[in-house]
């Protein structure tokens, strides 16, 4: 799988809002994952984001959204032979850290995202990529911290072939965040 990061902390970057209207706060209401007119574009989704913000997650999830990619898209870019990327879909997942002390400043969140790529490369799936952008995040009315915007995309000679890769690819993404269920504790990458 393709990956890459990088650090968007400029004043003048987006910032992760987790105070938007409409939040649905999945870690403490994980039944209303339904609500998320995104699992109707990407059923896969629903376990992805339930998984993210369950109490063993290093992250917590604040926004997500899924669309179709209009432009262009080059084949090199996502691991995939040109016949195989006519058609492409993406999505973001907004990623805000379960503890105050996981990515106190830039050098840390860096490191995690580096990690991850790194990961998430070592994953055997072609016709996708995954770029995580670190950014500041508002967590709260005065509560700031740093956030991850995790973009997946995927591509397939057909809609159907890309949306199915594009949950794979989410589920790998996802796979690679959490812990592994082992007798042995293994930190995540993004910790």
Request: charged content about 20%; some cysteine.
């Amino acid at each position: 799988m393709e990956a890459d990061w990088e650090l968007e902390l400029g004043s003048d970057a987006p910032i992760i809002d987790a105070n938007w209207p409409g939040f649905i706060d999945l870690r403490n209401s994980p039944n209303r994952i339904a609500d998320l007119q995104e699992i109707q574009v990407l059923p896969a989704l629903a376990n992805i984001l339930v998984r993210l913000n369950a109490p063993t997650s290093p992250v917590w999830t604040a926004k997500c959204d899924v669309w179709q990619v209009v432009e262009p898209i080059d084949p090199y870019e996502l691991d995939a032979a040109p016949e195989t990327a006519t058609h492409a879909l993406a999505c973001y997942i907004d990623l805000l850290p379960r503890s105050d002390q996981q990515w106190p400043i830039p050098p840390r969140i860096a490191a995690a995202c580096k990690a991850a790529c790194e990961r998430l490369r070592t994953v055997p799936l072609g016709c996708c990529r995954v770029d995580l952008v670190a950014r500041q995040a508002s967590i709260a009315p005065g509560i700031d911290d740093l956030g991850i915007t995790a973009y997946i995309t995927a591509c397939g000679p057909e809609d159907t072939a890309a949306r199915h890769r594009l949950a794979a690819a989410a589920t790998a993404f996802a796979d690679t965040l959490l812990p592994a269920a082992s007798p042995a504790p293994t930190a995540s990458p993004l910790q």
